[in-house]
């Protein structure tokens, strides 16, 4: 180990005092740096793990989460995770102080709760598809005879054109941003395109779209893609979470062009409380992968957190919400670990602007850095992915390194998974309505990161989209005050 250096007194070092420090004295200083800021993160996942707890308790608490799901196994298996994830986490400043390493312990509940996580996901995309077409049903009823149709002219499109591309424009520099503009767009436009050419640009979307990247996250990809489109295809549904395959059948029974606005109205009420249900299920079950995440950084990081100050106090107050179920006592809890978390953010960032500096005055230095500081370094970017990884991903692409994406998919390959996703698309949409196509078609192109190449060719699918000639007017009109809502938000 390195003697330790105060590293705290060198972050007001400008470029010319680096300049002045030796090889070695850089390199010793980035390994203090590395371990001071790993501690950091250890510390923030101890906190980060009681205010997870927390948020599942209360999910438990409000939702009775676990208690909905009818089928056995999964439920028990749940269960299970739940409640060794509790025993875990209330006593794992005991744990700390001991080294007691339970990292395999909880990697193994993380790769479980996945499984049971993907088996779940195609049953909150089907109940969303059949809401989604209870709701333009309803609304359809609903239009009829209410709007006043003569007010709708070229110059309100024209109008909207112009807005909508200012409103994208705010953000072109910004490409998370611009993109989910453009998807949300998407969502609410009516969807009038060909199956030929819908086709057509979903392949050379993704052909552009994953391209760059290695074959294993392709594969991921394209899995999820093929569920967003059609949740019913994936092997675990009916054979997974049997209950809410029964429920989902039940409700996809209705054929919604013979219903009254009654019978809609109803089936699109029961379909959102479906929808909500598994909705918090499915959250709740991302909230324990999350937690999982925390408790593996806390176990990777264990072999320096054994002298960490904890604020005392508040574990105390943390650990008796273990017997309480007390909305306000959660909250006060929850705020104070906040706190905690946000002074070790604030440290965290004020040594990383530092520890930029650093590595701007390393890259000057060629090859200077050697193989113990290169393996700690890997090692915190190892510690650092399951600490940022707030959606709880596939082990699988969590942990693919820089070599791995260095060496792009086959091209040969690309080409044949994407026929097969094709051919996929084509063979489930042959079984459906025009109305249920036109919407699956939809949610998938707009996942789809930046489909049209060109913001010529965004604008001319918008206007195909609002075109008077194939879109009625009814349609037009909801899409026009969707969009102003989505503008709205935005100020």
């Given at each position: ?242 209950n809410y395959f029964r429920m989902?059948?039940?409700?996809k029974q209705n054929k919604f ?93 004020k040594a990383n602007e530092f ?137």
């Amino acid at each position: 180990m390195n003697k330790k250096i105060d590293i705290k007194s060198l972050y007001n070092l400008d470029d010319k005092d680096l300049d002045k420090l030796s090889n070695e004295e850089i390199l010793e200083i980035m390994s203090n740096l590395n371990e001071e800021q790993l501690k950091k993160i250890g510390t923030m996942s101890i906190y980060d793990s009681f205010y997870g707890v927390l948020e599942c308790k209360e999910m438990m608490n409000e939702f009775k989460v676990i208690e909905r799901i009818g089928s056995k196994e999964e439920k028990e298996a749940i269960e299970n995770y739940y409640n060794d994830l509790l025993e875990l986490t209330y006593s794992l400043d005991e744990k700390v102080r001991e080294e007691d390493d339970k990292l395999e312990t909880v990697k193994n509940i993380r790769k479980g709760l996945y499984q049971l996580s993907n088996f779940f996901k195609p049953y909150v995309v089907e109940i969303s598809y059949i809401n989604e077409l209870a709701n333009h049903y309803f609304n359809k009823y609903m239009m009829k005879g209410t709007q006043n149709l003569d007010n709708l002219d070229q110059e309100i499109l024209n109008k909207l054109y112009l807005d909508i591309m200012n409103y994208i424009a705010k953000d072109s520099k910004n490409y998370y941003l611009f993109t989910k503009k453009i998807s949300a767009i998407i969502k609410l436009l009516p969807f009038r395109m060909t199956k030929v050419k819908f086709l057509e640009l979903i392949e050379t979307s993704l052909r552009k779209n994953l391209a760059k990247y290695p074959k294993e996250y392709v594969d991921n990809q394209i899995r999820d893609y093929k569920r967003i489109f059609d949740g019913s295809m994936e092997p675990s549904y009916g054979t997974k979470f049997d209950n809410y395959f029964r429920m989902t059948q039940d409700i996809k029974q209705n054929k919604f062009k013979e219903l009254t606005i009654e019978e809609t109205e109803n089936v699109l009420e029961n379909s959102k409380k479906l929808l909500e249900e598994v909705e918090q299920i499915d959250f709740f079950m991302m909230n324990l992968g999350i937690l999982t995440n925390k408790l593996i950084v806390v176990f990777l990081t264990n072999f320096l957190l054994k002298d960490i100050q904890l604020n005392e106090q508040l574990v105390k107050e943390w650990k008796e919400t273990r017997t309480s179920f007390e909305k306000d006592i959660y909250e006060k809890v929850k705020e104070k670990l906040k706190k905690e978390i946000s002074i070790l953010e604030k440290d965290l960032f004020k040594a990383n602007e530092f520890l930029e500096k650093i590595g701007n005055e390393v890259v000057k230095r060629e090859y200077i850095i050697d193989k113990k500081l290169n393996q700690e370094l890997l090692f915190t970017k190892n510690v650092l992915t399951y600490y940022n990884d707030i959606i709880f991903e596939d082990d699988e692409i969590l942990l693919l390194d820089d070599q791995d994406f260095m060496t792009p998919i086959d091209k040969d390959y690309l080409e044949e998974i994407l026929l097969n996703f094709i051919q996929y698309i084509n063979r489930s949409i042959s079984l459906m309505s025009n109305v249920e196509r036109k919407l699956r078609m939809k949610r998938l192109l707009s996942t789809i990161e930046l489909p049209f190449e060109r913001p010529e060719e965004f604008m001319d699918y918008m206007r195909a989209s609002l075109d008077q000639r194939v879109t009625s007017n009814d349609e037009i009109l909801i899409s026009i005050k969707s969009l102003y809502y989505l503008m709205e938000m935005e100020k």
